[in-house]
């Protein structure tokens, strides 16, 4: 059990498959109303699954996407005084136990958010397909470029945020496909981003989410994103 | 310009007006919105009622017909007021994007609250 003021975060859409299981492993890292499912308008079970666990259960009435339910979470987090903060997606590819390896980076480099990473170290494990590499590859380069952060698994959504960076989050997050947005949202915002290598699984239930056509767009549309993002702070 | 063309351009603008002015008063388009389909309405209006009394300043600015030049400024400004649509519905989106939020959390907290009623 981590001792911790920390809140995990799971945001769901139509995960009633792969839910159960991971909040069965989530109950070994954290007690129970220290996890909170953001039910993203589901068309299944997703909520009830949820509630039979015994966890915290945010239904939002609406399909809303990823970034509106995440923050969410980060909204949650900041109104009921969480130090920290876990995001670890519903599908199964984040392993819990992990957590404790990003509060660890994080006490000891003092950044704001840690970020679990697929490509630093020598974890094995799940690294996504090839396509999928040369694009997270692609824009790891382009938030180099534009921000000068250099993170390398750029699209996790297995991070870790202590306070600052919740009350952040809570105020503005990036929505659709938000995760390599959020880490130029943190670094502009002044606050520290660092990478610890970490351990994925492969999805144990559901659909990815991006599609071909959904690919194209994620591509262009954070790409453009990433730059209004730099143009605006002028930073 | 001919002058059907020009007769249906005039009783067209004033009838496009007409329908504003209703939409108004029925109070199914917000006043703010109104403002800009008026001023559209209005230049439209004036172009067609001026017709070829125009034809020198249209010329000048290398149109052949006054129609023409009608139909060019009519869609700049549509332009325009599509743009402002889209802030518009931007900013609904985020409007309704913490609604949602809110929705939610404060659903949370009810259900909590009458957890904590039923124990004791």
Known sequence: ?235 | MNITLHIISVIFSIGFLMMIFELVRRKKLKENYALTWFFVGAVVLFFSAMGDSLGVVFRALGFIQASNAILVVSIFLILVILLGLSVAVSSLSTQTQTLTQEIGLLKNKLENAEKDDAKN
Request: proline residues 4%.
């Open chain 1, 1 to 235: 059990m981590i001792g911790e003021n920390i809140l995990v975060i799971v945001p769901a859409y139509n995960e009633e498959k792969a839910l159960p299981a991971l909040l069965r492993e989530l109950a070994e890292v954290v007690p129970p109303r220290h996890t909170l499912v953001i039910n993203d308008g589901s068309s299944d079970c997703t909520s009830s699954a949820a509630r039979r666990a015994g966890v915290e259960v945010v239904d939002l009435p609406l399909n809303m996407g990823i970034g509106v339910a995440m923050q969410t979470g980060y909204k949650f987090a900041q109104r009921r005084g969480f130090q920290f903060a876990v995001q670890c997606d519903a599908d199964g590819q984040h392993v819990p136990a992990q957590i404790t390896m990003l509060l660890e980076k994080m006490r000891e480099t003092g950044a704001d958010m840690v970020i679990g990473s697929r490509f630093i170290g020598d974890e094995d494990g799940f690294k996504s397909s090839f396509v999928r590499r040369q694009f997270i590859g692609y824009f790891s380069w382009w938030i180099h470029l534009i921000s000068g952060v250099r993170v390398f698994d750029v699209t996790s959504g297995f991070r870790l945020c202590n306070r600052k960076a919740i009350e952040l989050f809570a105020e503005e997050y990036p929505f659709d496909y938000p995760e390599p947005e959020a880490i130029v949202l943190v670094h502009q915002s002044g606050l520290g981003v660092a990478e610890t290598p970490v351990r994925m699984r492969e999805r144990q239930g559901g659909v990815s989410s991006i599609g071909f056509f959904a690919g194209a767009y994620f591509v262009v549309k954070v790409s453009i994103g990433l730059l209004v993002r730099r143009l605006r702070s002028g930073k």
